[in-house]
DNA sequence: CCCTTGATTTGACCACGATCAAGGAAAAGG
DNA sequence: CCTTTTCCTTGATCGTGGTCAAATCAAGGG
C-alpha cells in the first residue's frame, strides 16, 4: 500500500516516455531528479535508425548525445587506407557522446535497428556542470567501458582466431541476456553483427570468422540457425573455447 | 608584481612536496583546493619503486590509489594459459586505481624506475564524494584513457608487424616529449620498455618486434644507441610507416 | 516462379609472423 | 678483470590466418 503510493508520488511529474525507460533506470537518467527529467525530456526526441545508418561520423562535430533504448550501435575506426575496427559495442541503456571534446574520435553506426532517445550536447553539458549525481553517472559508465575495452584489447593482442570467435559469442550471450553468466541451461540470442561486423570486431577476416563458426558448430559447442540465430547448449564449454 | 603575490598566496598552505609537483598541475590534485590538498598530503606517501615491481596484482582487492609522479607503470592482463597483453601505460602525472571498484581488473607494473605519491583509498573515495570538480577531473582522464584504449584497439586488431612496432615508437615519442607531435626536428628519448615489454604491448613476440626495428633502423627512420636511446630523424616519416 | 542481389560458406594457395635454435652484446656481480 | 645472467639479434622453418576465387544460400522484386 504504502509502497505503491511512494511509487506514485515518485513518478508524479516523470514524462511519460521515460516511465518504462530503462536509461531511467539503469542508464544516466537514474541520476537526473524530476524537474530535470522534464526539462530534458522538453529537449529531446526519439528516433528509429536502419542498420548501417552513421549516427556520429569520425573527427565530425558532436551536436547531440544519446540514450541507446534498443538495438546495437557500433563504434568504428578506420585507418587511412580503408582497414577498419570496431572499438566498442553499445547496447540499452548506454550513453551515446564524448562530454568535454568537440569532436568525436570514432564513428558510431547502428549495427541493428536502433532506437535513439537524442538530445542537445549544451544542454546536458550544462546540466552535467550542475549535476554532480550526473557526472558520477557517467564517470561510472566511463570507467566500465574503459574496463570493456581493455579486456578486448586481451583478446585483439593475444588470442588466436578460434578464441576470438569464441569470446565475441560469450560477449554477446552475456550482454543479451546478463543473466547467461552463470546459467547451466541453454542459451540462445540473435546475432546483432553481420560476418563482416564480426571480423571488423575481431580484427579478422570474414573468410576467418565464418570457419571458425561452422568449426564450433561441427564440435557442438552451438547450433545456428539462418545464419544469425545461435543457440549455446553449455556456456562453460564456450567460455572453455574463450580460454575466459 | 601583483602577479608574484597572488601567486605567493596562493601558494601559501600548499604542501612543500605539493609545489612543484605535476600531479598538482596537470594531474587530479589540480582539483583540489589548499585545504584538501593539506590533507591529503598528510596521508599520502612518496614511494620509488623499481622495474618489475608489482603496484597491484590483478583481481587484488585494493587499499590505495596514487599519482605516476615519473617514470613508466605498465598495466597488464593475463590468459590463464599465460600469455599476457599489456592494455594501458600510464606516465606522469596520471592518476592510478580504479574508484568505484573493490578489485582491480588488472595488474600494475613499474617498468621504469617510477616515483609514486601513494594514498589510501577510502580517503580519495570520501573526497571525490564531495568535490564535483575532483572527480570532474577523473572523468576527463577516464575518457582520455578510453579513446586511447580504443585508438589502440586500432593497431592491434589491423595493423602490421611494422605498422605496430611504427605506433609504438611514434606513442612514446608523443608521450615523452608533447612537443614532437608536430615538430619537423628530430627528437630523441629513451625507450621505457623493454622489447618483451613492447612484444606484449603490441600482441607480438619478441623476435618481431626486434626485427621490425632493425627494419627501421637499415632503412634510416630510427637510430638505436645501446638498445635503448632512440632518435627519430623525422617524425613524419616515423608517421607513415605507422600508417596515421 | 525466376532472377537479382547480397551475405555466407568453402576451397586452394600463400605470406606474415610465430616458433625453435643459436649466437652476440650489455649489464650485474664477484 | 672475468663470469654469469639477462637482453637482444639473427637465421631457419612452420603454421595460422589472409587472399583470391567460386559455390551456395537467403531474401526481395518483377
Not at 53 to 78: F, R
Not at 96 to 103: D, M, N, T, V
Not at 111 to 118: F, G, K, R
Not at 177 to 186: H, I, L, V
Request: proline share 4%.
Amino acid at each position: 500500500m504504502d509502497e505503491t503510493l511512494r511509487k506514485d508520488i515518485h513518478n508524479s511529474g516523470v514524462p511519460a516516455l521515460c516511465r518504462a525507460c530503462e536509461a531511467r533506470h539503469r542508464g544516466v537518467c537514474g541520476a537526473l531528479n524530476v524537474e530535470q527529467l522534464v526539462l530534458l525530456n522538453k529537449h529531446s526526441v526519439r528516433k528509429k535508425v536502419e542498420p548501417g545508418d552513421e549516427l556520429v561520423a569520425e573527427e565530425q562535430d558532436i551536436s547531440n548525445y544519446a540514450n541507446v533504448i534498443s538495438g546495437v550501435v557500433k563504434l568504428t575506426k578506420m585507418l587511412p587506407d580503408g582497414r577498419q575496427q570496431i572499438v566498442g559495442l553499445q547496447f540499452a541503456p548506454d550513453f551515446l557522446g564524448r562530454p568535454f571534446s568537440k569532436a568525436s574520435k570514432h564513428s558510431a553506426e547502428a549495427a541493428t535497428e536502433v532506437e535513439l532517445c537524442a538530445f542537445s550536447k549544451s544542454l546536458i553539458d550544462r546540466m552535467i556542470a550542475d549535476s554532480p549525481d550526473l557526472e558520477h553517472k557517467l564517470l561510472e559508465q566511463t570507467l566500465n567501458e574503459l574496463d570493456e575495452a581493455r579486456d578486448w584489447m586481451l583478446t585483439l593482442g593475444r588470442k588466436t582466431a578460434a578464441e576470438k570467435v569464441a569470446s565475441f559469442l560469450h560477449l554477446i550471450a552475456v550482454h543479451i541476456d546478463p543473466e547467461a553468466q552463470d546459467a547451466d541451461g541453454p542459451i540462445s540470442f540473435d546475432l546483432p553483427l553481420t560476418r563482416a561486423d564480426i571480423a571488423d570486431y575481431l580484427g579478422l577476416t570474414i573468410e576467418t570468422v565464418s570457419r571458425q563458426l561452422t568449426k564450433l558448430r561441427k564440435d557442438g559447442v552451438i547450433q545456428i540457425e539462418s545464419n544469425r540465430h545461435v543457440t549455446v547448449p553449455d556456456v562453460l564449454r564456450l567460455e572453455e573455447r574463450a580460454s575466459l
